[in-house]
């Protein structure tokens, strides 16, 4: 989707090298909290969740009638509603139809007023049959760069001692970078450069760990929060994508400061699991 202003999280500066000063886990969660907080504080961000503020959710039903009616729609809205948003549907262009339920008040037989429920049909447009002003985005860049090649082999050698498949495909559902597939056993990861599959992985690992059975804002918070927290761990910087991943996932700021804890153990099971438990944390043995 175009964008008059994209939204890019500023960049800090990379370690050295791998394996270079770790930083503590508090400091790297204060990092990322404040990070999202400056986008979420961002007319940019506050203008995003105007518009996607004026998308309905369709029912099942619906979906299912827009995709076969125009199989590549991305975004529907109705004529109104684009012009809300200062677009205009193009003359000429053909309607999608949707079923829309109404409201309508009946007069009984006892002379009651009652309101009923009534189906009817309506029409949406997708974005492709609209001109206008450009609906402003949060940008979540795709990372570059070879960095990062060790942990993924760390990160799929874990995955595969959690009884986990890693497959890698070459092309996934929209702008999908993986998935994690609980009753399957597996984490399926697209191909990209080393760095976005290593923090994709330890995103997937993170929905494993975390028992997660379904994607929400909070599983979704979650995930990419540990993401970034293990990659910092081991000297990779991923804030590019994970400050606005995290931001879009968590509109209000009391949606990450409410799983912080979660994201502390989580990532936590995922750094033992590489590095060991920590030696105060085994047993003393008499």
Known sequence: MPSPERYHSRRLPKPSQEGGAVPRQPDVLTRLEQAVGQIQ??????????????FHRYSWSNVALILAQKP???????????????????????AIKIIVPMIK????EDGQEERKLF????????????????????????LEGEHGQELYQQLERLAQAEGLQVQTQTELTGEKMGYYDRSARQVVLRQAAPLQMTKTLAHELAHHFGGHEKSDPETETIAESCAYVVCSHFGLDTGERSFPYVA????EPAVLRGVLTTVQQVSAKIIDGIEGPKAEDQPELA
């Open 105 to 108: 008040k009946v007069e009984t």
């Open 41 to 54: 504080d961002s007319e940019t961000f506050r203008a995003y969740l105007d518009v996607q503020a004026r």
């Open 119 to 142: 189906f009817s049909t309506g029409n949406v447009f997708d974005i492709s049959a609209t001109d206008g002003e450009p609906l402003p985005e949060i940008a979540v860049p795709v």
């Open 72 to 94: 590549d729609s991305t975004m529907v809205a109705g004529y109104n509603a684009w012009l809300r948003m200062h677009r205009y549907v193009r003359r000429g262009e053909k």
């Open 248 to 251: 879009v996932w968590a509109q």
